[in-house]
Nanobody, 126 residues
């Protein structure tokens, strides 16, 4: 069983920045592929950023390329999502996800992941 706990959400003005953190339990964090997803009201859950278990491969949604960065700190069992130049359309609940039996690939579908955090609200005001 893997537990994921997100933090760092909040209210920010357009153009501002936030950094989301996701702390993972488990002794084999380095074997997990990790992803960040978001879900806006009335919409489906979409992949925002994803990282392979080695961190060598990353994928970003077109809407966030150049603004968001995914990273991981294996010493802290934590994955981050740095969000810059935020826009009102980035408003959503953000979830981190872990795939525990992962090849060294990037996974972008919700069905690819085994464990999910509880979500953290990000609200960007105009």
């Amino acid at each position: 069983q893997v537990q994921l706990v997100e933090s760092g959400g909040g209210l920010v003005q357009a153009g501002g920045s936030l950094r989301l953190s996701c702390a993972a339990s488990g002794r084999t964090f380095d074997s997990y592929a990790m992803g960040w997803f978001r879900q806006a009201p009335g919409k489906g859950r979409e992949s925002v950023a994803a990282m392979s278990r080695s961190a060598a491969y990353k994928n970003y949604a077109d809407s966030v390329k150049g603004r968001f960065t995914i990273s991981r700190d294996s010493a802290k069992n934590t994955v981050y999502l740095q969000m810059n130049s935020l826009k009102p359309e980035d408003t959503a609940v953000y979830f981190c996800a872990a795939r525990v039996r992962a090849g060294n690939y990037v996974y972008t579908s919700t069905s690819d992941y085994d464990y999910w955090g509880q979500g953290t609200q990000v609200t960007v005001s105009s």
